[in-house]
């Protein structure tokens, strides 16, 4: 696949959540699959808002960068363990709002019932409903929390998304664009529950 077309997408995507808010400072990481053996993803220590093609580099599922000197991402093993996890998964972006920040200190699992934008997540198709969106503890160890949502996921295949504890949100779609509006929808009910 010709990286410049995910690139584009996950520069506007940054664009995006910056004006929003949701990924301050050089908080957040994108990425989108290549094939089924790498993925694109963002360089470590970027500021999400003001990517640039430059800052992609290409890695394979065990997160090891792919004829670049660019360090990738701290949290590519979080983006590998969706790509393994789905193949149907491709695209990951991750973001630090103040409401996924918020409820992820207060709250084991952030449970969203009746909003219409439900109908965003994988496999829902009314507002009559109610998700759970799994809150993880935080953990600089990547390896030993990526098994952690592993596990998670082998037991629970409909986990829509997720949050850290303290940290940030994880959603994914089958492109760029479905996740982005995943990530948008999930930030809304985010939101939504922190002013309830
Ligand atoms: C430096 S604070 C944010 C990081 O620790 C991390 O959570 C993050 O989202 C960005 O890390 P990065 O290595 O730039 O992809
Ligand atoms: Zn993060």
């Not at 690139?7 to 094939?35: C, E, K, M, Y």
């Not at 492109?175 to 529950?193: I, K, N, T």
Request: contains cysteine; proline residues 5%; negative net charge.
């Amino acid at each position: 696949m010709n990286i410049n077309e995910p690139a584009q997408s996950l520069i506007a995507a940054g664009q995006l959540f910056h004006q929003r808010g949701w990924v301050p400072a050089t908080g957040g990481n994108f990425s989108a699959r290549l094939d089924g053996e790498r993925i694109l993803i963002t360089a470590s220590g970027c500021h999400k808002g003001e990517l640039a093609a430059s800052d992609f580099l290409v890695a394979d599922f065990d997160g090891k960068p792919i004829d670049s000197p660019r360090k990738a991402s701290y949290e590519t093993l979080l983006h590998c363990q969706l790509y393994r996890h789905d193949p149907a998964i491709g695209a990951v972006l991750h973001t630090h709002s103040i409401a996924n920040t918020v409820l992820s200190r207060r709250l084991d699992r952030i449970r969203l019932a009746g909003y219409e934008l439900l109908k965003l997540l994988p496999g829902i198709g009314t507002h009559d409903t109610q998700v759970d969106v799994p809150v993880f503890a935080n953990d600089q160890d990547i390896a030993r929390l990526s098994a952690t949502v592993d596990a998670h996921m082998k037991r629970d295949p409909q986990t829509p998304a997720y949050v850290i504890a303290g940290h940030g949100l994880y959603a994914w779609g089958a492109d760029v664009a479905q996740a982005r509006w995943r990530v948008e929808a999930l930030e809304f009910m985010f939101a939504c529950e922190l002013h309830a």
